[in-house]
């Protein structure tokens, strides 16, 4: 196997500039770049599958993002027994009615001859269904919100080990992912990007607002730890010994330490992804992938069933972006359903996979490494910079004061620049597909 140099020498300069990064700065923020530097790796990894590979034009990586966060809180939490015991029940039982509505509303429109008949009947089963639904599930609900509503008012979850959580969100997305392509995969792809969009949305939204679940805006937090965190390794007499040794403040060393800890674990998650990815990629299955992204006139002539292909590759980058959700929920500590926004998990996503390299496991990585490092540190850069640039207006200036206000937005103007100059220079991205 040959090396590619220019790749090396790509990741080597980025490596430099997370070097100088805890040199100049700090380095606890150099991990905490790394660490959420690999987990949008790893998302542009999963969106990377299902567009480089199939071409399938998925903006619904928010919602799969989500699913993977709640499955943290499903698995790791410890279940709130006062609330199992006011409502749970009927919650169960209210979803499993709704379930059932559902069934019977497809078997009606199924079996029956079209025609008013058939309106009627469906009209009557799904109303019967919500009125039954709700007498259930609503007092249900709202006895399990009354449990404790500052710091409880949900079921909780499992109390199992919080990495356990990782696969299980994945599993969860993958589910999900089946669901909506056995709806929306055979729609064009400008319908399904507007389906997928749509419908992450409406996994945001339950999210918010089923506080008996999620505990909706109130936020889930003191999640569970796969690392010791920097308090407790400060309680620990080695370790203050260690800081000592070091001639380290005992704060910094122990961020270091848990933070590089994170590092670790997603490295070894980044390695067994793409390892496998490229085992995929390089197959005949991948190759046929790339024929069907191609030309799915030609790849349906040759006897492949497209559709199908499409839901199986739809799945698996679906899954790897529940991943990736899961993970950053672990690293952040608490799921806040309010800060899924399409701008920072669909939208920075879908940049890192065009600037890295469409196509191109190691390019979508290199992609979401850059892209992340530059949407943190732009805003403390640009701010830097119209305050050198603008120095000479004097601190009474309201133009200056307006453009210091708004240096937030030169993230924004940093990655479009950055996209039109990748597109101009290196249309494949920086490194390309083979």
């Known amino acids: 196997m040959t090396i590619n140099w220019r790749n090396v020498g790509l990741y080597g300069a980025f490596a430099i500039v997370l070097i ?164 929306a995969l055979g729609l064009r792809s400008d319908y399904l990007a507007i389906a997928t969009l749509g419908i992450s949305e409406i996994i945001i939204a339950i999210l918010k607002n089923e506080g008996w679940l999620t505990r909706g805006v109130r936020n889930v937090t003191g999640l569970p730890r796969p690392v010791a965190s920097p308090a407790e390794l400060r309680r620990q007499e080695w370790f203050t010994d260690l800081a000592e040794r070091f001639d380290m403040p005992a704060t910094t060393l122990s961020s270091i330490v848990s933070q590089a800890s994170y590092t670790v674990l997603f490295l070894i998650v980044l390695a067994i992804l793409i390892w496998l990815a490229e085992k995929a990629l390089n197959s005949p299955w991948g190759r046929m992938m790339r024929a069907i992204r191609d030309n799915e006139t030609a790849a349906r002539a040759m006897g492949k069933d497209v559709t199908r292909r499409h839901l199986n590759i739809f799945i698996l980058g679906s899954a790897v972006c529940g991943l990736a959700g899961a993970m950053m929920v672990t690293l952040d500590g608490q799921l806040n359903p309010g800060t899924y926004e399409p701008l920072r998990f669909t939208f920075l996503i879908w940049v890192m996979v065009i600037v890295g390299g469409s196509g191109n496991n190691w390019g979508a990585v290199l992609g979401g490494m850059v892209i992340w490092f530059l949407w943190v540190q732009v805003e403390p850069a640009g701010r830097w910079l119209i305050d050198v640039t603008t120095v000479w207006m004097g601190d009474d200036s309201d133009l200056r004061a307006h453009l210091l206000s708004n240096a937030a937005h030169t993230r924004l103007l940093t990655m479009g620049l950055a996209m039109l100059l990748v597109m101009r220079f290196s249309p494949r991205g920086l490194i390309p597909e083979r």
Not at 39 to 63: E, H, R
Not at 109 to 126: K, N, S
Not at 146 to 169: H, K
Request: glycine share 14%; charged share 5%.
């Open 20 to 183: 100088m990064v805890g040199m100049y700065q700090s380095w606890p923020l150099a991990l905490t770049i790394i660490n959420m530097g690999l987990i949008s790796a790893i998302m542009a990894l999963g969106v990377n599958m299902q567009w480089g590979y199939a071409g399938l034009f998925n903006v619904g990586v928010m919602g799969f993002t989500a699913i993977g966060g709640l499955a943290v809180v499903l698995i790791s939490m410890p279940p709130v027994t006062e609330a199992w015991s006011a409502g749970a029940f009927g919650a169960i039982l209210g979803l499993m009615i709704g379930a059932a509505t559902i069934f019977a509303a497809m078997v009606v429109w199924q079996r029956m001859r079209p025609g008013r008949a058939r309106v009627a009947a469906l009209i009557a089963t799904l109303l019967v269904g919500f009125i039954i639904n709700r007498a259930v599930f609503v007092p249900a609900v709202n006895a399990i919100e009354r449990v404790n509503p500052a710091t409880e008012g949900y079921l909780g979850g499992l109390g199992l080990p919080v990495l356990l959580s990782w696969p299980v969100g994945a599993v969860m997305a993958a589910g999900a992912a089946w669901l909506i392509g056995k709806v």
